[in-house]
């Protein structure tokens, strides 16, 4: 029943590595963001917090929209990443990656925060009188213990850089192999007439590959939360 | 010897406060919520005084007019909490070694190996915080804050959380870390019975005030 074609693979592994990509990079921008929204006041604050939601309440097609307008070839920024970076994101894969990120971002950043809201900053200070730095404090104590949540955020902003089909879609078009994502491919296989077993294989492929990360990430979150409360 | 004048405004209160600490185990006694905490937070650097002087030794901590205030990372003071305050995620054989590890310090098996006999947790060093009991907690906070090597030890109400039957399991620790002359410590405390041991020097404090100075007939 999985007999996928090369194409079909092609969207497959384009898909896995795109939502890999994203959230990989934008793992340690939440990281700092989430440490960010728990522990500091600063002014703007509740901009911030916005301007990170946004993408949560936007139409996706709105924020693929404002990355076209930002990033595309002929867009200031983009021009600017072209020339002199020779990093291009327009219609591209690097460009679906961008914005499977933005779209995941808030789903990345919600659960880190709130297990550094979480952590007892007295044990930081405990650190702190031991000799560790600021910096020392955060990797040795604030880190570890928030890994649950960091897990938690990394599993749900790789599943929804998985599944993002609207910004992606108005951002780098649907160009198989490269930017056709399993979504994409779905569609694109819904719309022609004699589509639905080879979009009947991309969905089983979709929920394993779903199945998979949930389960995965609860496995590792389990090991988290054992070595956080002793064993 | 430790020196210490603040002034920090809490609350609704002020702290103003002097006193100094030549060794041995000097305790700050007195009521709760006299800030008695904070002074000691104040030593430790995870409390900023409005104004004053803190030194140890030669090495000034803190000073306003100076403009002088060490972080609390390099005034190796080692600090026992109320709380214990063991990191969760580590094992006690981690917790007791993050200090000489966070220092850079090479391993020193002789020092571990003794201040795990002196605390008597060579049992525990495998299990994890969780597992404690509260007396074995605060056995391996001391141990953790004496193997960073510090200067001076605080300990603020260390066996507050404690039953009878814990408190008089630690005491000959204490006692016992006194007499070996290994650091000079502050000790706070509201509970005379407990510390009346360990005492060598006392500072009542009342109402964000030293009211006396003097030895233990100051428990009383």
Redesign the interface.
Known sequence: MLDLSPEEWTAVMLSLRIAAVATAVSLPFGIAVAYLLARKNFWGKSVLDALIHLPLVLPPVVTGYLLLIAFGRKAPLGAFLADNFGIVFSFRWTGAALACGIMAFPLLVRPIRLSIEAI?T??E??????????L??FA??TL??ALPGIIAGTMLGFAKALGEFGATITFVSNIPGETQTISAAIYTLTQVPDGDSAAFRLVIVSIIISLAALIAAEWFARRAAA????? | MLSVRVEKALGDFTLDIAFTSAGGATVLFGPSGTGKTSIINMIAGLLRPDRGRIALDDDVLFDDAARIDVPAHKRRVGYVFQEGRLFPHLSVKSNLDYGRWIGGHAADPAAFTHVVDLLDIGALLDRRPGKLSGGERQRVAIGRALLARPRMLLLDEPLASLDAGRKAEILPYLERLRDGAEVPMIYVSHDASEVTRIASHVVRIDGGRVTATGGVELLS
């Open positions: 007892d007295k044990l200070d405990a650190a702190s009188t031991l000799g560790a730095s600021r020392w404090v040795t104590v570890p213990l070595r956080l409360h002793g064993n």
